[in-house]
Structures are given as C-alpha cells and as structure tokens.
C-alpha cells in the first residue's frame, strides 16, 4: 500500500505539471494573443481537476507513508511552481525505490 500511494503522487504530480505547463504556456497566450478565452476556461478545468486530485494523493501519502509533513508542503508548493513537479519527482522516486528495497529485503546502498 506504501508503494502505490507514493506511486499514485508521483503519477498526479507529474500530471498536474504538465497540465500547468500546457495552461501557462499554451492557453494562456492563446488567450491573450488569438483572442481565444475559451482555451484558458477548458484547461484550467482540467487542471483544476487534476490538481485536486494530485492535493488529494498528496494527503494520502502522508497518511499512509507518515513521512515527514515537509514533504507534503514541499509537494503541494511545487503545484505552483512550473517545473516544480518534475524536479520534486526524483525525490519522490528515490523514496518509493528505498521502500521496495526495504520491502524486498535488500538493503540499499
């Protein structure tokens, strides 16, 4: 269970950056150089949606991994910051590796 919570944050993080990057960098200026608003209000739903849910993985690694609550605000201000997600994801992934590892009975180095 350990495993697939930090597995499900890595998935919605990496989903929430790249669902700000296509919002800033591909609606915003259609919206305000091809007079297109509508571009903004469909991805800034979907990145709305998305955002929750990568809040919501967050919550729910903290209650199931119980690591320190710096990682869980670490995580939701890296939502905020583009390119944020993509850096905090090697964390996030040499955390899940070492827990395999210490689930698997190998001792990581």
């Known amino acids: 269970m350990v495993i697939h919570s930090l597995k499900f944050a890595?998935?919605?993080g990496?989903?929430?950056?790249?669902?700000?990057?296509?919002?800033?960098?591909i609606a915003m200026p259609l919206k305000y150089w091809a007079?297109?608003?509508?571009a903004?209000?469909?991805?800034?739903s979907i990145h709305g949606?998305?955002?929750?849910?990568?809040?919501?993985?967050?919550?729910?690694a903290q209650m199931i991994?119980?690591?320190n609550i710096i990682w869980s605000v670490c995580g939701i201000a890296a939502a905020f910051i583009p390119f944020a997600n993509f850096i905090l994801d090697r964390k996030f992934?040499?955390?899940?590796?070492?827990?395999?590892?210490?689930?698997?009975?190998?001792?990581?180095?």
């Open 65 to 67: 991994v119980r690591w």
């Open 40 to 44: 903004v209000t469909i991805t800034g």
């Open 14 to 25: 990496i989903a929430d950056g790249i669902s700000l990057l296509v919002l800033l960098g």
């Open 49 to 60: 949606g998305i955002f929750l849910t990568y809040v919501l993985s967050i919550i729910l």
């Open 10 to 12: 890595r998935i919605a």
């Open 93 to 109: 992934k040499k955390m899940q590796l070492d827990r395999e590892a210490r689930l698997s009975g190998s001792v990581a180095v």
């Open 35 to 38: 007079d297109m608003p509508m």
